[in-house]
């Protein structure tokens, strides 16, 4: 009989425009094509009943309390929790674009204070590995479709990459649960290479081990 080995957590993060959604499809058909099973997840994941009430907001179509919006943010991870959960139990690596630590520094850099930020989201599935883009928001404002949405103004932006750096310097740099900063201000493939790098480290590593951890436990 043999046993499924579990798959890698793999959570991307960075600033607006840093690249992440396009980084997280590479990702994907790399490895589809090196045959490893991978799923790709987004947050927010504006599909959803509490998703459909966050694109709402993050267009500027409703207006929420600071408090509330980020309690729906969370609320929005937890909904996804058994997905994960099973997904990765099955031996399929996710590659998730967007997650909690977005949610601290978006909710921080309003002025909202981190531990309490950090408390709704205490206990989700840990990724094996984040991947922190890292970018200026000058680049990041010169690349497309930067200013449309709430959030991307290039002061709150500058809050929201102290929060990043200072969440990542409290995790590893390496082994499980680790936090890799990628300059993402060079070109596509420059960046792609370097994520490559870091995932066959993760899923080569982190296959060994029995189940996911807990974040911020
Ligand atoms: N938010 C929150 O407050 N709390 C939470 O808990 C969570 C999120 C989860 C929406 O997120 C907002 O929600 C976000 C945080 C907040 N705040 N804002 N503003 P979103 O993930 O839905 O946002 P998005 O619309 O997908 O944009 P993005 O993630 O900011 O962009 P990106 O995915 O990092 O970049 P991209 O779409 O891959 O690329 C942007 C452009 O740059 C595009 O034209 C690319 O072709 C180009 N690009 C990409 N890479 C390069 C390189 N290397 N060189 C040159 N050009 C490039
Ligand atoms: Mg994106």
């Known amino acids: 009989m043999s046993t499924v080995q579990r798959g890698a957590f793999i959570v991307i993060e960075g600033l607006d425009r840093s690249g992440k959604s396009t980084q997280a499809a590479l990702l994907q058909s790399r490895l589809q094509n090196a045959n490893v099973s991978v799923k790709l997840m987004k947050f927010p994941d504006r599909t959803t009943p509490v998703g459909k009430m966050i694109d709402a907001y ?46 601290v520094a978006f909710s921080a850099a309003k002025g909202l204070p981190l531990a309490w930020c950090r408390s709704p989201d205490v206990s989700l599935p840990a990724p094996d590995l984040t991947l922190f883009l890292d970018i200026s928001p000058d680049i990041a404002k010169s690349r497309g479709g930067y200013g449309e949405e709430r959030y991307e103004k290039e002061e709150l932006q500058r809050r ?10 409290e995790l590893p740099k390496d082994g499980a649960g680790r936090w890799a900063v990628i300059d993402a201000g060079r070109d596509l493939n420059t960046v792609s290479e370097s994520l490559w790098h870091e995932v066959a480290i993760t899923i080569h590593d982190c296959t060994k081990q029995d189940s996911v951890g807990k974040l911020w436990q």
Do not use: K, M, P
């Open 58 to 103: 993050l267009r500027s179509q409703s207006d929420v309390d600071d408090r509330t919006i980020h309690l729906l943010f969370s609320a929005n991870r937890w909904e996804a929790v058994s997905s994960i959960e099973s997904t990765l139990a099955a031996g399929t690596t996710i590659i998730c674009d967007r997650y909690a630590f977005s949610g």
């Open 160 to 169: 929201v990459r102290n929060i990043f750096h200072q969440l990542g310097d």
